[in-house]
């Protein structure tokens, strides 16, 4: 059973980037996390297309939101300390969405792969794999 809800997760992110940019955590298992973004004006570069940052931060936390739920007994945190994007696709409306799976649940490490999709058009935008250290009391 994850360690976090995709409620519990997404009242905790209401103050921090990802509320601010109106990202939702859809779901929440073991090995997989759901989450979407709508494309907005503050989710833009200022070429009017939308910001690589947004793909990633849309990643990113799905992928952390994963490790959250996943944390070995004993840990308290994690720190993201490798992160990997490869952007296809680009998108001016709609929503896009995240798809994010453990590659890897270890003590000291986790591994988590990451693919946004625009949802209107099924097109993948982004492939994205991210390494975080898992953090342990002192």
């Not at 298992?29 to 004006?41: G, K, N, Q, S, Y």
């Not at 591994?111 to 250290?133: I, N, S, Y």
Request: net charge neutral; hydrophobic share 40%; charged share 20%.
């Amino acid at each position: 059973m994850p360690k976090i809800t995709a409620e519990q997760f997404n009242q905790r992110s209401v103050d921090c980037l990802p509320g601010h940019l109106g990202l939702v955590v859809t779901a929440v298992t073991e090995t997989e996390v759901r989450a979407e973004l709508p494309v907005r004006r503050h989710t833009m570069a200022p070429n009017g297309f939308l910001h690589a940052g947004t793909l990633v931060t849309l990643a990113d936390t799905s992928c952390g939101c994963g490790c959250i739920a996943n944390l070995p007994d004993g840990a308290n945190g994690f720190t993201t300390i490798e992160l990997k994007s490869n952007h296809l696709g680009t998108a001016r409306d709609g929503v896009i969405e995240c798809v994010a799976t453990a590659a890897h649940l270890g003590k000291s490490t986790q591994v988590w792969d990451a693919v946004v999709r625009h949802r209107e058009t099924g097109k993948t935008l982004a492939l994205f794999r991210c390494t975080q250290m898992v953090l342990y009391p002192k």
